[in-house]
């Protein structure tokens, strides 16, 4: 699935590790989703959409 993570990463000036700390989750968590390897589950992609003030299918769509 791709996704615009790593833009909306990038704006906010946070590391990977920054994101992941801020998610729950690890830095390796999320270099497999802004690569596209990991598809989040939804609680998930719940909260990266929170954390961005977006809505999920704003941040992730089809390939």
Known sequence: MNNKLKDLRTEQG???AEIGKRLDASRQ???ALE?????????LAFAI???????????????
């Open 14 to 16: 946070w590391s990977q």
């Open 29 to 31: 968590t999320t270099i």
């Open 35 to 43: 690569s596209g390897k990991y598809d989040p589950s939804l609680p």
């Open 49 to 63: 959409a929170a954390l961005f003030n977006m809505k999920i299918e704003d941040i992730f769509f089809p390939e």
